[in-house]
T-cell receptor
Framework: AQSVTQLGSHVSVSEGALVLLRCNYSSSVPPYLFWYVQYPNQGLQLLLKYTSAATLVKGINGFEAEFKKSETSFHLTKPSAHMSDAAEYFCAVSDSGTSYGKLTFGQGTILTVHP | DSGVTQTPKHLITATGQRVTLRCSPRSGDLSVYWYQQSLDQGLQFLIQYYNGEERAKGNILERFSAQQFPDLHSELNLSSLELGDSALYFC?????????????FGQGTRLTVV
């Protein structure tokens, strides 16, 4: 079974500071990995995805993530936080060994950005 | 706007009742997923349909059922509701429902069971 673990349910940064949200995965087959963002009272929006091409993936709104197989990690970063980045972020994995598209999500990390 | 429409946005009902949640996928998307988001369980996959056929099943209770119609919209039926069924229910859609394709999420239906 696949799973993801997000380290830290809450992360707080100052505006302009580096954002680092941690995600570790467990999978018996090469994984497909995703980061989604959820703003209050909204659905989930895809930030970026890793599907076995480049290990450094660039997404929307200046976010990027690096797939590190040796560390089973897919951490999300942004060089400079903006107030509008405050939201909840979810790491998710899907099983490349099946034809299903179902996602297994982590517990989420709430990002707070201080002025 | 993701293009996925869910109705209603909010639903308040009593224990023991039955409700139906509706989802219209993005134009052209053949696959629909249902997820439940609750404080204690987080985001959980319930069920996936592809072009009218059930493709994958997750942690869906026997009291819950779903279907996808010929026009590709989907309904999630929840019956004999319990307080613990209170949650945000999301529908998502994707073009072919493969593991490497992006799923687009609706804004969810917030169900409150009282």
């Amino acid at each position: 079974a696949q799973s993801v673990t997000q380290l830290g349910s809450h992360v707080s940064v100052s505006e302009g500071a580096l954002v680092l949200l941690r995600c570790n995965y467990s999978s018996s087959v090469p994984p497909y990995l995703f980061w989604y963002v959820q703003y209050p009272n909204q659905g989930l929006q895809l930030l970026l995805k890793y599907t076995s091409a480049a290990t450094l993936v660039k997404g929307i709104n200046g976010f990027e993530a690096e797939f590190k197989k040796s560390e089973t990690s897919f951490h999300l970063t942004k060089p400079s936080a903006h107030m509008s980045d405050a939201a909840e972020y979810f790491c998710a994995v899907s099983d490349s060994g099946t034809s299903y598209g179902k996602l297994t999500f982590g517990q989420g990390t709430i990002l707070t950005v201080h002025p | 706007d993701s293009g996925v429409t869910q109705t209603p946005k909010h639903l308040i009902t009593a224990t023991g009742q039955r409700v139906t949640l509706r989802c219209s996928p993005r134009s052209g998307d053949l696959s629909v997923y249902w997820y439940q988001q609750s404080l204690d369980q987080g985001l959980q996959f319930l069920i996936q349909y592809y072009n009218g056929e059930e493709r994958a099943k997750g942690n869906i209770l026997e009291r819950f059922s779903a279907q996808q119609f010929p026009d590709l919209h989907s309904e999630l039926n929840l019956s004999s509701l319990e307080l613990g069924d209170s949650a945000l229910y999301f529908c998502a859609s994707s073009v072919v429902g493969q593991p490497n394709t992006e799923a687009f999420f609706g804004q969810g239906t917030r169900l409150t069971v009282v």
